[in-house]
């Protein structure tokens, strides 16, 4: 079955027309949500409207082609995942005018105004793994902890080249900061860069080869990351990344959270070492607190109605008032793009996922972004939401925008809930942030 994966592109043009006949639509803020019963709500999601987001989100894509974008059990384990799943330009943005597009598994830009098309999503420490392939005269790069539209690569992000030899910075060089070793990239063929971002050190290779390590006295926090037009053609596949940094949360004793045994339901540590998610409703909390994060956790449900999930930005101490990252792998109708209960990865009552990409009675791994308003989650490597909060805000996430730091919790969601939860590994991307 195919279905159309829309963007709020088409909001942006609803406001225009309306706008132009003298009405001003209203905005329907989302309903408060005062119990963590998955029964469907006429909530509405509220989505940013983003005139960047490329026309390529939107294309006709079957669930055949983004589950087969899903990365092999070793890798996603480790939290590798696909930034591009070869049919869609979902979760990405483009920051100018040029025609980036999908053609046959690629990202290929040829025309156009020099920008960037980047990730809706800021990363912070690592590894990025691409394939590229450009003309002999093409002038592009990858960029690393960029803002949409970068100034000075000097100062305000990391361009790594792809570029020819007579360039100041050729191919694997980062551009005002550091020349690469001498390297010979065929135009005819594909080429692999792998890059390591890692506190203030960038270490770059082309094709299995050590060409640039360059570490910042200065540094820069965080960006997004974003592939350059400039001028000629260039194309990227098999773009994928894992992010460094992760500790985790999950001990025999479960020193790290907080238990609420007057609360139905338990949670138990099994000699395997997963944590057990039995009954409910109940949660665990942790005791530290989170604002702007990267999580991955390996879940297991057994069967496909059971319901857990991953809130975020609790109000500490209270009853799962936070946002939730939904564990849930049931199906309507047998269609993986039709979540029975948002799916797995959706961020409940705002977006379902677009696909859901876990299966009953095997561990999945989920990667959840929470970086200011944006949100975004990939399962077994495939990205399936990717929100932006535009609401007011508010101290409850249930109402509206929270920016303030809250604490994580593990759901049990019902009497019939028996979950396991292999790994639980958060990087805290507020850790060593700068003051403002």
Known sequence: MIRTITNCSGLVLVWLILAASGCQPGKVEPVADDNVSAESTGDQQVVKPNVNEPESAQVEVSAEDLLSARLPDEQVSEGWIRLFDGSTLFGWQIAGEANWRVEDGKI??????????????????????????????????????????????????????????ANPFPTGGIVKRKKAEDVTTDPAD????????????????????????YTDDVGLHEGRIGLQYN????????????????????????????????????????????????????????????????????????LAEMNSGIFFRC????????????????????????PADCGTGGIFRR?????????????????????GPAMAAWVNGVQVSDWFDDRKSDENPRRGLRLDAGTLMIQGHDPGTDALIKQFSVADLDDAKPEQ
């Not at 379902?352 to 970086?371: N, S, Y």
């Open 108 to 165: 290929v830009v040829d025309q156009g105004d020099a920008c960037l098309l980047c990730t809706s999503v800021p990363w912070k420490d690592f590894e990025l793994s691409l394939e590229f392939k450009a003309d002999p005269e093409t002038n592009s790069g990858v960029f690393l902890r960029t803002p949409l539209n970068p100034k000075n690569p000097a100062e305000d992000c990391y361009e790594v080249n792809i570029a020819p030899k």
């Open 315 to 338: 109000i500490p101490g209270d009853v799962m008032m936070g946002y939730e990252c939904q564990l849930s792998n049931e199906l309507k109708d047998g269609d993986p793009l039709t």
């Open 190 to 213: 594909w080429h692999t860069m792998k890059l390591v971002m890692d506190g203030s050190r960038l270490q770059v290779s082309v094709d299995d080869l050590d060409v640039c390590d």
């Open 231 to 302: 001028s000629g053609r260039v194309e990227f596949r098999n773009v994928r990344l894992r992010p460094l940094g992760l500790k985790s949360l999950l001990d025999d004793e479960l020193t790290e959270w907080t238990k609420y045994p007057e609360m139905p339901g338990e949670f138990s540590v099994t000699e395997d070492g997963n944590l057990r998610v039995k009954g409910g409703r109940t949660q665990l909390e942790s005791k530290r607190s989170f604002g702007d994060f990267v999580l991955l956790a390996e879940y297991k449900l057994p």
């Open 351 to 371: 977006q379902d996922a677009r696909v859901v990409a876990g299966e009953t009675d095997k561990f999945a791994t989920v990667v959840l972004v929470a970086h």
